[in-house]
């Protein structure tokens, strides 16, 4: 039961993580900006 | 049930490293440290999870990259290590056993000197990071929740891998998991991807605890040395030196309450080693590699140890005379040890030339970033960096772990640091010239990893390794 917690627990995490970096990957691509949900207010660079 | 489950995070990996390389080798981190195949009932124990991740990455990576990423002095010193422990293994005194723990070994030094072509931005860190964090969060927080339940004792066996190999082995999962808490607390400043303030505070400090408890219940000295060296670090670099102090003290006044009496005994010897087997065990092996090495100064090759041949001297009282133990094929337990008698003095300067290469790296990072406020992350990160790598190594000197992939998953980590660095001041030549990384914030904190570098003016970061 606790193994089985652990393994449910920590892999929903580490796809979560995979697959938030892949959008804000893809964003970073997109803009050509690294940091735009820390400074939102941030005008684009070109 | 649990292998499909399995499968589905393999698939999902899989799915998004179709998109972008680097999915994939966060899969392959996955698999290393959260061992699916260990933990499967089933058919996920026969499907090479970890091959397919790898090969996929490379694949992924030469299909998609129209710009080779360079090689930088720190990836040339783990393919000369790759390349070392090769040749030692070719003479070496064991091959039969030799060459399996060459095998992983090889594998585990040559994927790290890959990370740095894969993960190319701060995000990508991050996650490169985090997966790591969690894949070995996977056996703490269960070895924590049956440490609370059970109280845990020595030899428990309490790890949610089993066998005697990587983190299933105790001593190896307490240096690790005290390892990476600065990592996680890190990230819970600094991460891009947890932005929630509370999931930030549960799941960094959470994991954080559940390491110090897990440590703690595989009664292993190496915990104990690897927790205290973690302690001083976090004092050392905190600027509420009285707070912490205090706190530390609070904590020292419980620890009789908190743990049990077997715990102290087990932990008493490290302070008198003389009526203990083990690490007695441990000073009569270091002097058998010492004496190895001088004699084969190329090295044994992995598993030398299986050839010793040593007396132990037990005095279980002062007054009593030592009784002689002997014992045959003991391991080294030690990282320095291990190296020097498997791969030689060579091996030896070789390694060493790496672990100073890292720290140099990390502490420019950290010099270079550290007057600028709004490159808080990269010092903080090089701090961590550094941070973990001391208490891997110190917590290493009492247990053979020269070979597991967190120690070179940190270098490079360092070396991806040092890459995005040279990104943000490559992308701001003309200001980069006249101060540390350049004048304007956004531009600062822009990462262009793939973009191509157009000036020719002197990054303020220079190539390291």
Known sequence: ?46 | MRDIFLLLVALAYAFGGTTAPFVFGLGYLWTDYFNPQLVAYSFMRIVPVSLLMALSAALAYLLSTKQPTKIVPGIWLLIVWAAWITLTTTWAEVPEDAWPTWDWSFKTVCFAAFLPFLFKSRVQLEAMLLTIAIGVSGSLLAYSIKTLVSGGRYGASLSLIGGNSGLGEEATLACVAIAIIPILLHYHRHSLLIKNRFVSLGLFYGLSAAAVVAALGTFERTGLIALIVFAVLQWWNTRRKLSIGVAYILLLSMSGYLLSDSWFARMETIQHPQGDVSAMGRLAVWAWDIDYAMSHPWGGGFNVFEINHISIPIQNSPTAAPKMVEQSARAPHSIYFQVLSEHGIVGALIFAVILTAFFANVRRIRRKAGSDHELDWASSLARSLSASGIIYLCGGAFTGIAFQPFLYDLIAAGVILNQIMRNLAATNPAQSATSTLGGGAQRRLTEFPNRPVVSTAKPAFSESP
Not at chain 1, 9 to 21: D, F, M, N, P, T
Not at chain 1, 24 to 44: A, H, M, N, V, Y
């Open chain 1, 1 to 46: 039961m606790i193994d089985t917690a652990s393994i449910v627990i920590c892999s929903l995490i580490v796809v979560y993580i995979a697959y938030a970096a892949l959008r804000l990957d893809i964003r970073e691509r997109k803009t050509g900006r690294g940091f735009q949900l820390e400074k939102p207010s941030d005008p684009p660079i070109s």
